[in-house]
T-cell receptor, first 115, second 113 residues
Framework: AQKITQTQPGMFVQEKEAVTLDCTYD???????LFWYKQPSSGEMIFLIY??????QNATEGRYSLNFQKARKSANLVISASQLGDSAMYFC????????????FGKGTMLLVSP | EAQVTQNPRYLITVTGKKLTVTCSQN?????MSWYRQDPGLGLRQIYY???????DKGDVPEGYKVSRKEKRNFPLILESPSPNQTSLYFC????????????FGEGSWLTVV
């Protein structure tokens, strides 16, 4: 079974609108971390936001917020006020347990922002 | 400036010709790892290292070797590259093995013909 599932291969959004990118995860560990990365066409991986499993509040970083629903094992990324520069591939990833900094990635969602 | 530096960034090589992709970090990080990214598969871990002289296999180690002789460097070695190793490779590092702040290099595009 996949540990990280991103069900949206592609998403379209208009500039200035909000968009939610879905991510569900599967782990039996109580302690884990969830990450979102952005990959523009140039290829680099840009860290966006992190949520720890014991964090009581949803993480926020500027226009990015993480809608963390632990019981449903979902960690959706919300981008508010989309910009053209947000067009990129987005990856959800998980680090399980108190173990190593090994990330398990989903297959990604391609976001296209139109004017 | 905190950096993870990979070289080369782009390489086209031929089947069977040994190559090394270097990775260097300037943050005194203990933990380093290599991932490969393939279309539709996301990133998958190849090898990781918890500290100098401590390395272990990730999910897709076949066809790769690594070494960690110094803390800052973690080279990825393809002894006899094959076309199925054509991929985008990322090196990553974090302060400790349990760190949540993980830095990625800019990626190395490797094509094996």
């Amino acid at each position: 079974a996949q540990k990280i599932t991103q069900t949206q291969p592609g998403m379209f959004v208009q500039e200035k609108e909000a968009v939610t990118l879905d991510c569900t995860y599967d782990t039996s560990d109580q302690s884990y971390g969830l990450f979102w990365y952005k990959q523009p066409s140039s290829g680099e991986m840009i860290f966006l936001i992190y949520q720890g499993s014991y964090d009581e509040q949803n993480a926020t970083e500027g226009r990015y917020s993480l809608n963390f629903q632990k019981a449903r094992k979902s960690a959706n990324l919300v981008i508010s006020a989309s910009q053209l520069g947000d067009s990129a591939m987005y990856f959800c990833a998980m680090r399980e347990g108190s173990g190593y900094s090994t990330l398990t990635f989903g297959k990604g969602t391609m976001l296209l922002v139109s004017p | 400036e905190a950096q993870v530096t990979q070289n080369p960034r782009y390489l086209i090589t031929v089947t069977g010709k040994k190559l090394t992709v270097t990775c260097s970090q300037n943050m005194n990080h203990e933990y380093m790892s290599w991932y490969r990214q393939d279309p539709g598969l996301g990133l998958r871990q190849i090898y990781y290292s918890m500290n100098v002289e401590v390395t272990d296999k990730g999910d897709v180690p076949e066809g790769y070797k690594v070494s960690r002789k110094e803390k800052r460097n973690f080279p990825l070695i393809l002894e006899s590259p094959s076309p199925n190793q054509t991929s985008l490779y990322f090196c990553a590092s974090s302060l400790r093995a349990t760190g949540n702040t993980i830095y990625f290099g800019e990626g190395s595009w490797l094509t094996v013909v």
